[in-house]
């Protein structure tokens, strides 16, 4: 346990380590994203208290240290940078809370066999300041672009809140796992796609706020999960005039439309769960874009009635759009029907057993998954009991579930 404390204490003092100024300024920057045309990357500018040069470096002492001077250190309002990115340049300043958005078009064409690329980040001001952000753009093997939420889609309840996250990342025991089982080899394989190469932009969006960016970037290296730019948090800007943050579903459909627009030629596959606002979110989307998206995979962890509708209305739309939706408790169920449809190879889905078997939670009889028309779907549910099964809607299918 005491291992586990220090490394989370580590992963939470982590940021006050990146100073690259002399007086302590530092550009902190998330990963950045876009296409051939256009890319977008956001970071924050602050300012921090030095170490002292006798302190150690490792240890409680070390660790609680930069804690302090991550709690005290300061944003900087105001501060102006230049960005370069392949022959563009462009000046942006940081807002109040010491944010800044930067959107080039770059002038000189990306490697099309690279898909992370450098930009070149300079402070102006009295002590200059410089740092490196990296934009992910996909090479010319990507197929389609994957947009999944996480909590309680890839990793269990609790990505909101920071000391469980901690807690869960490093405290806990085995036994208590943070990511569904399976969900990693099966995100690996859409990453990969069914060549193996594909390099498939993999986005992820939450609603928590920015400063869990580091603890979602650990957990994601700790499951090998595809990074991607993992940069669509929430930004909160709580304010006595705007006391509350801006509604999860609102972030999400924006942030959604937006990808679409980037990635205006590619095919899309949206994974999120039955628990919060993802099948009213998904709906709208594919209403609005038939044809853009491929497959929706929803994890059920919801019994309750009203969410229950709200899947089924989706199920109706995702038909209606000519597309597919998978309602499952497990990732295999998902993995199966992604190989059927082509977006991961066979073998992915023996991956995605093997790490599931590893956890320890495949149950001896499983069922798979029914294919049926959405009008089947709510008198299913209703009557499903504790246990719900593997669905798949699909058009022209109506088979009886499993």
Request: aromatic content about 8%; glycine content about 8%; proline content about 7%.
């Amino acid at each position: 346990m005491a291992k586990g404390t220090l490394r989370a204490l580590r992963l939470l003092a982590k940021p006050v380590r990146r100073s690259q100024g002399k007086a302590g300024t530092v550009i902190e920057t998330y990963r950045g994203y876009g296409s051939r045309e256009q890319v977008f990357l956001i970071g924050r500018v602050f300012r921090q208290s030095q170490r002292a040069g006798n302190a150690p470096n490792a240890g409680w002492t070390a660790e609680l240290r930069d804690i302090r001077r991550r709690i005290t250190r300061r944003k900087v309002a105001g501060a102006v940078l230049t960005a370069r990115f392949f022959g563009c340049e462009e000046q942006v300043v940081t807002d109040r809370d010491g944010y800044f958005r930067i959107h080039l078009h770059p002038r000189l064409p990306a490697p099309p066999e690279a898909s992370w690329h450098p930009m070149d980040l300079d402070l102006a001001g009295p002590v200059p300041v410089r740092a490196k952000g990296q934009i992910f753009i996909p090479s010319a093997e990507c197929r389609r672009v994957v947009i999944s939420d996480i909590d309680d889609t890839i990793m269990r309840t609790g990505v909101a809140n920071k000391a469980k996250m901690l807690w869960r990342l490093f405290v806990e025991d085995a036994e208590n796992r943070v990511a569904f089982p399976g969900a990693a080899a099966l995100y690996r394989a859409l990453y990969t796609g069914p060549s193996g190469a594909e390099g498939n932009p993999m986005l992820y969006v939450s609603r928590a706020p920015w400063g869990i960016y580091d603890m979602l970037s650990e957990f994601f290296a700790m499951h090998r999960i595809p990074v991607g730019p993992v940069l669509f948090l929430r930004e909160w800007g709580l304010s006595w005039t705007s006391p509350l943050p801006r509604r999860a579903e609102d972030h999400k459909r924006d942030l959604i439309e937006r990808m679409l627009a980037l990635y205006h030629d590619l095919p899309f596959v949206l994974i999120g769960d039955s628990g919060q606002h993802d099948p009213e979110v998904y709906a709208q989307i594919v209403a609005a874009h038939p044809g853009r998206v491929a497959a929706v995979y929803i994890r059920n962890v919801s019994r309750d009635a009203g969410r229950l509708d709200e899947i089924a209305r989706l199920a109706e739309v995702v038909e209606a759009a000519g597309s597919s939706l998978v309602l499952a408790a497990d990732s295999l169920a998902m993995a199966e029907h992604a190989a059927e449809r082509g977006l991961i190879g066979r073998d992915a889905v023996d991956e995605v057993l093997r790490e599931w078997s590893a956890d320890g939670t495949v149950p001896q009889t499983r069922r798979h998954a029914g294919r049926l028309r959405a009008r089947a779907l709510r008198k299913i549910l209703g009557g499903a009991g504790a246990t719900p099964p593997n669905l798949v809607v699909e058009p022209g299918r109506s088979d009886p579930p499993a």
